[in-house]
């Protein structure tokens, strides 16, 4: 499991730099073809309701707000920094692994200013795949209700 679980680490370690390095075209290859990716509040994600703040189910999914991010969508450039907390690591049902980081993204735009933009948890199922371990599941719990409406890269 120790070997495992450096791995698993080092797959949520790179996956918060490539989005912090703004390596987003990247992002689908961290979870499995059929993944999934949620960003869903505490509030709701406690009360057990299905409707979060956004869904990609798939690479396909994942790569396509990619391509509208850099080519449709118009937002104030900026760049995030994780923190990440140390990962918690289990073995689940069926080879599958459970993970639980807790979060805080600093945000930084391009006057300069920085500001504490997200803080909460990653809830992640993660399959080990040839290469390497990859997400199933990524369910970001946002500790606040409060969303920016900025929130355009992954978390």
Known sequence: MT????????????????????ALEGWPGYFTENGTYQIITRETFEA????????????????DRIKAM???????????CHILGPSQINAGADGLFNARTNF?????MQ???????????????IELAGDG???????????????DILLVYPL
């Open 48 to 63: 057990g309701l299905p409707m979060g703040i956004m869904l990609c189910q798939g690479r396909g999914m994942m790569a």
């Open 70 to 80: 850099r080519e449709a969508n118009i937002f104030e450039d900026h760049t995030y």
């Open 133 to 147: 371990p990859l997400f199933k599941e990524r369910r970001v719990v946002l500790d606040s209700r409060r969303i």
């Open 104 to 108: 805080n993204v600093i945000r930084t």
């Open 3 to 22: 070997g495992m679980k450096e791995n698993i680490e080092e797959l949520i370690v790179a996956y918060a730099h490539d989005i912090d390095d703004g």
């Open 111 to 125: 006057d300069g200013g920085t500001e504490s933009f997200a803080v909460g948890k990653y809830l992640d199922v």
